[in-house]
Each structure stands twice: as C-alpha cells, then as structure tokens.
C-alpha cells in the first residue's frame, strides 16, 4: 500500500510540474521574451525536476522489485534446507532400521516445519507418505519390504517437493512434468532393487 501511495504521489508531482511548467511558459514566452536566455533556463529546470520525479519513482520501483526478490530466495533456501533436512532424517532412519521415540519426536517437529514452508501439493502428499511411514515404524523395526514402500512413498513426495522448488523452471523448459514424475518413480524403484 506504501508504494501505491508513493508512486501516485510521484505521479501527482510530476502532473504538478508538467502542468505548471506549461502555464510558466506560456506565461514567460509572453511576459519574459526580452530578457536573454529565460526561456531556456526555465526549460532546464523544469526539466531537471522532472527527471528528477522520474528517476526517484523509477528508483523505488527498482527497490521495491530487488526486496522481493530477496524475500523470494531466502524462502526458497529455508524450504530447501527444510525438505534436505527431511529426506535425510528418513535416510538415516531407513539405514538405522529402527525408528525410536526420539526419532518420532523429530519427525513431528519437521512435519511443523514442513507446514511452515511447504505448498499444498507437498502437505497432502506428505500426509500419505506418513500413512505409509506409520504403518511400516508400528514395530519400531524396518524390514525391506518398509523400507522399500517408504522409498516409493518418499519419491512421489520428493516430485511433489521438486515441482514446489523448481516447478516453474521445469514448465518454462522442455521438460513433461508426467515425465520427470515417472523418471523420478523409476531411479526408485530401480535404487530399490539393486
């Protein structure tokens, strides 16, 4: 709302200054054609502070467009480092083949920072991998069956984490969105059987 403000105001200004250069010139060209050189002086100061408005408006726009860029790349590194933090706690936990209470405890609060951060798409895909998640750590033990559906569950949650991160990357490419979820569901299944 700040910038709105802002911006009409430096609009306002600048209409003020056009406007009232015009009737200033009509007025010297009429009044002030004897003295040397008004009428250019007139015309270089106006202009000035015309460019002046301009370059000031254009300046806060340029601000204000760098802020939200920032703002835009610290998130995406704190989801990033999030949904890091994520996968290798279940990697660690997968490679533990047991799941403890403690283990549990921090899987709770990365499920809390995952609401922080993460887009509706990841959140319901989420809850099914803590389907599957549950009912494989029910005995605190993970076969290689669990830890087989676990890594199926985790890849489908992982295209929906990369299609939060870099899904506008993958749409402006070449890239299928339904091929790299496949693409993505084969590495694991494959890293599954070897």
Known sequence: MKTVRENLLYLGLTAIVVVGGYAFLRYAYRV???????QE??????????????????????????????????????????????ISHIEQLVLEKTVTEQDQVRLQF???????VASPAVLVQYQEFLKV??????????????GDAISVSLAKL???????????LDQDGAYDMAAIDRQVMNNARESSNG
């Open 110 to 116: 990365l499920t809390h920072k995952l609401a922080m």
């Open 41 to 86: 002086i007139v015309l270089i100061i106006l202009g000035t502070v015309a460019t002046v408005l301009i370059t000031a408006m254009l300046l806060n726009k340029q601000t204000e467009v760098e802020l939200k860029k920032e703002q835009s790349i610290k998130f995406i590194e704190l989801k990033s480092e999030i949904y890091m933090d994520f």
């Open 158 to 168: 992982t295209v929906k984490i990369r299609q939060d991160l870099v899904g506008e």
């Open 133 to 146: 998640f549950n009912r494989s750590a029910r005995d605190e033990a993970l076969d290689k069956s669990e």
């Open 32 to 38: 002030m054609d004897r003295a040397p050189f008004t």
